[in-house]
């Protein structure tokens, strides 16, 4: 089992920047590929970033190419989300996720964290 636990969101203006963390526990984390995911009320979950479990390849939405960026560190455990230059639209409940193939869409992963909150008011 992986347990998933995310931090870092909040409350940010337009145009500002947000640091999302997820601290991995369980099975031994450089086996898996991560990804982010965020959830809009009344929206499906969709696909943000990506990274491979070495770290050599990443993946992005066309929503958030050029702004957010994703990177883990497999001695800590970690993979984070650099979001800047943030909209409105980008407000939702980010969430975690890990499995042993990399993808990009929300069924295809194993494992997931219970989210976090980013709210970006205009």
């Known amino acids: 089992q992986v347990q998933l636990v995310e931090s870092g969101g909040g409350l940010v203006q337009a145009g500002g920047s947000l640091r999302l963390s997820c601290a991995r526990s369980?099975?031994?984390?450089?086996?898996?590929?991560m990804a982010w995911f965020r959830q809009a009320p009344g929206k499906e979950r969709e696909f943000v970033a990506a990274i491979s479990w070495g770290g050599g390849s990443t993946y992005y939405a066309d929503s958030v190419k050029g702004r957010f960026t994703i990177s883990r560190d497999n001695a800590k455990n970690t993979v984070d989300l650099q979001m800047n230059s943030l909209k409105p639209e980008d407000s939702a409940v980010y969430y975690c996720?890990?499995?042993?193939?990399?993808?990009?869409?929300?069924?295809?992963?194993?494992?997931w964290g219970q989210g976090t909150q980013v709210t970006v008011s205009s």
């Open positions: 996720a890990a499995d042993e193939n990399i993808g990009s869409r929300h069924w295809e992963y194993d494992y």
């Open positions: 369980g099975r031994t984390f450089r086996r898996y590929a």
